[in-house]
């Protein structure tokens, strides 16, 4: 079949293979079949009309990986809604920022977000009706009651509806990622995207994705519809484990995986014995994303498993994308590939395009078309005079058009009115064996304005103190130029990533900036 005949809908995949698993609890193994998936979201879809949602009209889902996730995405995808997932570890006055700024109808969540869901109503007035999984709580719709109430006959017209993100809120406020809704009836591609974006990762019916991330994760959200959209399996895990990650592989014989660099250093800490004990043969693509993948950590899981690693550069905002193969990854170490989408431009301080090997900002040209939901300040900020869009990196290409990518503006280091990028350094350190993880970051200086300093965690049973200090600088010393390098190391238990591993390097930087940080 090709991609110009596929049919984008689990609705098509249900007619064929109505008993075919759609998605997988990695723990439990409790799955929900194509047929049921296919039937609940028809009879939610009628469920959020009768509560007044039109075409454009926003859901939020504040669930945990769930097995019904799939539903109630693909109910307001096939009805032309926006559906916006809420991030499961924010605090109250931050779920209801999220939910009152996007506007939502309905709020779909369940007992296990009891806690934080019951203090929303009060916070979020004009959302029409709050739906409770798996028990509900005073002033809650049970959701299982009114899914099973609604005719589950097919739908009369079904127009793709969009996700609607919101940036994780590193620099702020998280901000919603709007994109137009493309007016396609459902089937005919997936958020706007044609088919042989999804083929590229190798996805199709026989795909048995793995997806470690939860689900509120714009690259687990993605990959979710795009697998389910292709008839293929997703195999979710409701918290990454590193063993169970392997476990999974050689129970489920997963096909594809979708992993951020933080889980490949937690899996390359697991012993050998413990590494060896799984079949992991099934695997044919491992894609690493949604932040830098250091090299010395991409060499080593490609020396393990074999060259079926690729990495991918791009953000929610779908501007444009880039990726690389592990053959090309050893021969470009630090690449992140050549354009899949998108005209690639790097763009100086001048305005004026660099060519090969000169650093600038990362633009691309031809994207997807997104705003910032209520901040035309911001969207616009994000746009030069051309149309180009950037994420806020910088890097440079080399000549034959592949990307590396230096750091993100926010995150440069003016020591001494000198850029410093970060990241170059942290990729040293993370090559050291006692590293498990790092940041670097620019800390007050009285004379320089900043200085360089390093935030290292280290691994279990390594000793902390001067000599390991000394030691690192060392190591950096000896591969980078003395002006980037770390003047001093704290070792910390833990640096504050997400659970999809993005650090927030604001909250580092604003430690540092207190006195007592000082």
Not at 41 to 67: K, M, P
Not at 211 to 233: A, D, E, K, N, Q
Not at 266 to 273: E, K
Not at 305 to 320: F, L, Q, R
Request: hydrophobic residues 40%.
């Amino acid at each position: 079949m090709t991609d110009q005949q596929y049919v984008l809908h689990v609705g098509a995949h249900a007619a064929v293979h109505p008993d075919k698993p759609a998605a997988v609890m990695a723990e439990s193994g409790e799955s929900v079949d194509y047929a049921t998936v296919n039937r609940r979201s028809i009879q939610l879809a009628r469920a959020f009309a009768a509560a007044g949602c039109g075409l454009g009209d926003h859901v939020a889902i504040l669930l945990e990986t769930h097995l019904r996730y799939p539903e109630v995405c693909w109910a307001a995808h096939r009805t032309g809604l926006r559906y916006t997932p809420v991030n499961t570890q924010l605090r109250i006055d931050e779920a209801a920022f999220v939910i009152n700024d996007c506007g939502a109808k309905v709020v779909v969540t369940s007992s296990r977000q009891r806690e934080v869901a019951e203090q929303l109503p009060a916070l979020c007035p004009n959302v029409a009706q709050w739906l409770m999984m798996d028990g509900a709580a005073d002033g809650f719709t049970a959701y299982e009651d009114l899914v099973d109430a609604q005719d589950d006959g097919p739908l009369e017209a079904e127009t793709e509806g969009s996700a609607m993100i919101y940036s994780s809120g590193t620099t702020g406020r998280p901000k919603g990622i709007k994109r137009p809704l493309s007016g396609h009836p459902v089937g005919a591609t997936l958020f706007g995207v044609d088919p042989s974006v999804g083929r590229g990762y190798g996805l199709g019916e026989d795909s048995v994705a793995l997806i470690p991330l939860p689900l509120y994760h714009s690259s687990g959200m993605t990959r979710l519809m795009m697998v389910l959209g292709f008839g293929g399996t997703v195999v979710l895990m409701a918290k990454f484990d590193p063993e169970g990650a392997l476990a999974a592989v050689e129970r489920y014989g997963v096909t594809q995986g979708l992993w951020v660099p933080t889980m490949f250093i937690r899996l390359l800490r697991l012993d050998a014995a413990t590494r060896g004990k799984y079949d992991l043969s099934t695997m044919t693509d491992a894609t690493v994303g949604s932040g830098p993948c250091a090299p010395a950590v991409k060499q080593a899981i490609i020396d393990w498993w074999g060259p079926i690693v690729t990495e991918s550069y791009g953000g929610t905002e779908g501007i444009g994308m880039t990726r690389i193969s592990s053959p090309e990854a050893l021969e470009r170490p630090g690449s992140v590939g050549r354009p899949v989408f998108g005209v690639l431009h790097i763009v100086k301080d001048d305005g004026t395009e660099a060519g090969p090997g000169e650093t600038g900002v990362v633009y691309f040209e031809g994207g997807r078309p997104f705003e910032y939901y209520n901040d035309p300040e911001k969207t616009a900020s994000v746009h030069n005079d051309q149309g180009w869009a950037t994420l806020g990196d910088i890097g440079h290409v080399d000549d034959d058009g592949y990307l590396y990518l230096t750091d993100r503006q926010t995150d440069v280091v003016i020591s001494g009115g000198v850029n410093i990028y970060p990241r170059e350094v942290e990729e040293v350190l993370l090559a050291q064996p006692e590293v498990d993880d790092a940041a670097v970051i620019g800390v007050p200086d009285d004379e320089f304005g900043e200085s360089v300093k390093a935030v290292v965690q280290v691994r279990e049973g390594v000793v902390t103190g001067p000599e390991l200090e000394a030691q690192l600088i060392a190591a950096c010393r000896s591969r980078l130029a003395s002006y980037k390098c770390p003047r001093s190391v704290d070792f910390v238990d833990d640096l504050p990533r997400q659970a999809t591993g993005k650090l927030f390097k604001r909250v580092l930087r604003d430690r540092y900036r207190q006195p007592a940080g000082r």
